[in-house]
């Protein structure tokens, strides 16, 4: 299994409880296949910088896990096909870490 970093921003108008219910949608399917959590942010109110699809603030959350190719799949499907979700960014920890600072997150 590989290690990511998985940043996501979810729309304002549906209010905090349905950002929490996103994010325990994406922690479920993370858990579902054998993944491991390392991190959860949590579900925080941002102001974005730019507006885009019409936004001006979002909802943000971060998590770190390790996954599989079906638990991307399975991630990559509900990017697709919830509408509460207006960006993620999904990242490999090794691209972006070296293999000490991974061990470091992990402790």
């Known amino acids: 299994m590989k290690k990511y970093d ?3 921003l979810i729309d304002v108008s ?3 409880e349905e950002a929490k219910s996103v994010q325990t949608k994406l922690t479920d399917i993370i858990t579902s296949d054998g993944g491991t959590i390392y991190t959860n942010s949590g579900v925080k109110k941002i102001k974005l910088a730019r507006t885009f699809k019409r936004h001006t603030q979002a909802y943000s959350l971060r998590l770190q896990y390790t996954a599989n190719s079906t638990i991307l799949s ?13 960006r993620h960014m999904n990242a490999r920890l090794e ?3 070296s293999e000490s600072a991974i061990a470091e997150l992990v402790k």
Request: proline share 0%; net charge neutral; glycine share 4%.
């Open 6 to 8: 998985l940043n996501v």
């Open 14 to 16: 549906k209010g905090e």
């Open 95 to 97: 691209s972006v870490f």
């Open 74 to 86: 399975n991630l990559h499907r509900e990017f697709v096909i919830n509408e509460r979700i207006i």
